[in-house]
């Protein structure tokens, strides 16, 4: 089954204590992305990766790192995690087209809600 | 920078009733339109996309949007509500590689 598989799905955890956020698709897809999603605010973008080993930010990727050494995982990386990290976090892929652009047609995880106190 | 106004945040039908949720996208030059809906506790899912061809299109369960230029608009439609339409709802633009979302409509169906 094509997928996207986030974890943890739930984590609470204390300001300052480095987590990360794994995310893995089956799909051979070369874009991946996160986003953080806020009440009133959609989703924003925190970082996009066009293929392996390349990676840029989106629209809010203070306070975040990524990576992406293979092409089917692309972890979410809180070095310092602060309270106003506080979301729900969805991971995202598709393909592109030959150009290089992403489709658009993005399949999400199912999403990974961090408290941090 | 480019933006997507959802203008209505919380849309209320009856069963069997139509449904309209209106976005407004910004754009300089011919976007590509997406609908998502997305189900309590569950990831998004792609409804319906528009990328130039015909400006009325269908997407699953019987959803489809009509992308007008000269409006800037791209409505959401379904000519009847089902109990199981009860979700939010997001435009979002594509230009180039980057994606804007809209702020969500959640749909509430009445039975």
């Known amino acids: 089954e094509a997928q996207v598989t986030q974890n943890p799905r739930y984590l609470i955890t204390v300001t300052g204590k480095k987590l990360t956020v794994t995310c893995s698709q089956n799909m051979n897809h070369e874009y991946m992305s996160w986003y953080r999603q806020d009440p009133g605010l959609g989703l924003r973008q925190i970082y996009y990766s066009m293929n392996v080993e390349v990676t840029d930010k989106g629209d809010v990727p203070e306070g975040y790192k990524v990576s992406r050494k293979e092409k089917r995982n692309f972890p979410l990386i809180l070095e310092s995690p602060s309270p106003n990290q506080t979301s729900l976090y969805f991971c995202?892929?598709?393909?592109?087209?030959?150009?290089?652009?992403?489709?658009?047609?993005?399949?999400f995880g199912e999403g990974s809600r961090l408290t941090v106190l | 920078a480019q933006s997507v106004t959802q203008l209505d945040s919380h849309v209320s039908v009856s069963e069997g009733t139509p449904v309209l949720l209106r976005c407004n996208y910004s754009?300089?030059?011919?976007?590509?339109l997406f609908w998502y809906v997305q189900h309590p506790n569950k990831g998004l899912q792609l409804l319906l996309k528009?990328?130039?061809?015909?400006?009325l299109v269908k997407g699953i369960n019987g959803f489809e949007a009509e992308f007008k230029k000269s409006e800037t608009s791209f409505h959401l439609t379904k000519p009847s509500a089902h109990m199981s339409d009860a979700a939010e709802y997001f435009c979002v633009q594509a230009a180039g590689n980057k994606l804007t979302f809209g702020g969500g409509t959640r749909v509430l169906v009445k039975p």
């Open positions: 754009s300089s030059y011919s976007p590509s």
């Open positions: 528009y990328t130039s061809a015909a400006t």
């Open positions: 995202a892929s598709s393909r592109t087209w030959t150009s290089g652009r992403n489709t658009g047609e993005l399949f």
